[in-house]
């Protein structure tokens, strides 16, 4: 049997520790999610970027603090508030991937703090990182419970 390994076409960005001695590998537009874990956390920007961690250890703000290191974003943002706020000036928007499925939906944390993101993010944001992702579903819903 032959094993072929898939060609990606990604960057890895390097690797995220949480305060609490969690780790996982931080993506900026992966062509898969397939090969990531359950319930994984993304961002994305009015760009249409997408960064994607590989675990489910890894929380939004440790993404955010990370890319902010890094100087991937300019300054550390309020993304919790509406995206067209003046303190998301690079339209930062949390996702999370539901179970083992290739989409992503809007992170549970928009939804436990009553928000309804899903009337405020604009649909030319949508249009960017679907076209710069076209294997990821993204869904413009606040994640199903995982079961935390």
């Known amino acids: 049997m032959k094993i072929v390994r898939e060609s990606l076409n ?3 960005l390097g690797t995220i520790k949480s305060p609490w ?3 996982g590998d931080l993506y900026k537009n992966p062509p898969t999610i397939r090969r990531m874990g359950q319930w ?3 961002i994305t ?6 960064y994607i961690v590989d675990s489910p250890d890894i929380i939004h703000n440790d993404i955010i603090n990370y890319l902010t290191e890094i100087g991937e974003i300019s300054k550390l943002v309020n993304y919790w508030d509406s995206p067209l706020k003046e303190d998301n000036p690079e339209g930062i928007i949390a996702w999370q991937r539901k179970g083992n499925t290739m989409e ?3 992170s549970e944390s928009y939804g436990m703090m009553g ?3 899903e009337n405020e993010i604009p649909e030319e944001w949508y ?3 679907s076209l710069r992702n076209t294997a ?3 869904i413009n819903e606040v994640v199903p419970s995982n079961g935390y």
Request: zero cysteines.
């Open 127 to 129: 249009d960017e990182v």
């Open 45 to 50: 920007n009015k760009n249409g970027d997408l």
């Open 10 to 12: 990604e960057e890895l």
């Open 21 to 23: 001695n969690a780790s």
């Open 115 to 117: 928000q309804d993101m």
């Open 136 to 138: 990821i579903g993204f």
């Open 40 to 42: 994984v956390r993304a």
């Open 104 to 106: 992503l939906y809007l």
